[in-house]
């Protein structure tokens, strides 16, 4: 059962980039290891040492990817920071941290607030 309120959104004043788990190319249900694991396969790939020989372009996308991926994995691997993040993608108004309610939620998070 998803609430009406499932649908993503980012909400404004919110210190988080969009697309952490795209960015890692998982979806938001991916376990821990799963994460590590990602990060630990792009970091490799996209490193910038690694295109130390590359044209500039190819130079200037890998850093920006690794740096994408480095930010992504250091929200989503910190259980706080990624229950922040994920409450901040939900649209559900019951998900302000200032709620001194924890209820159940129905979204995609499906987690207690």
Known sequence: FLCMY?????WPGRAF??????ALGLPSTAT?????EMFIA???RHHPDVHLNSPRSVQ???KKQFLK????YAVLSDPQL???YD???????????????????????NSIH
């Open 6 to 10: 499932s649908v993503r959104l980012r």
């Open 17 to 22: 980039s969009t697309g952490h788990y795209s």
């Open 32 to 36: 821990a290891q799963e994460i590590k």
């Open 42 to 44: 792009l970091s490799r």
């Open 60 to 62: 200037d996308n890998a």
């Open 69 to 72: 991926v480095t930010e992504a």
């Open 82 to 84: 990624r229950r922040e």
């Open 87 to 109: 409450i901040s993608q939900c649209a559900c108004p019951h998900h302000s941290l200032l709620s001194p309610w924890k209820i159940r939620c129905f979204c995609e998070c």
